[in-house]
């Protein structure tokens, strides 16, 4: 059987985007939460002008995935790890996974300002 490196690695390249896409509101927020402060906690925005372009790619890399995750088992050859029921399930569970928590880091800069 072939590995499956192909969908673990764009699923992970797209939780990844959208961790760096909340990372300019997330990091201040976690560092206050973990009892650091002070005024260089304000300067921890530079990736905000970047955030956009962070989300494309988080949006793109889950819709590359969602094509190679949710393909008809028809078109993948026999002995490959995708025609395996099992390992076809799981990997959708992780993908609704991955999505929610992608969705929870893209509008949590938005719910932000309710908890300073």
């Given amino acids: 059987m072939s590995a499956p490196t192909g969908n673990k690695g764009v699923l992970a390249a797209g939780g990844l985007a959208a961790i760096l896409a909340s990372s300019c509101c ?37 819709l590359v ?28 569970v992780v993908f609704w996974v991955v999505v929610a928590l992608v969705l929870v880091a893209l509008v949590f800069p938005y719910v932000l300002p309710l908890f300073y």
Avoid: H, M, N, Q
């Fill in 65 to 92: 995935a969602y094509r190679r995750i949710f393909r008809p088992a028809a078109a993948c050859r026999p002995g490959e790890v995708c025609a395996v029921a099992k390992v076809r399930a799981t990997y959708k």
């Fill in 26 to 62: 997330l990091g201040p927020l976690v560092l206050v939460l973990l009892g650091f402060s002070g005024a260089w906690i304000g300067d921890l925005t530079v990736l905000e002008p970047y955030r956009p372009l962070f989300i494309a790619v988080a949006v793109v890399l889950l």
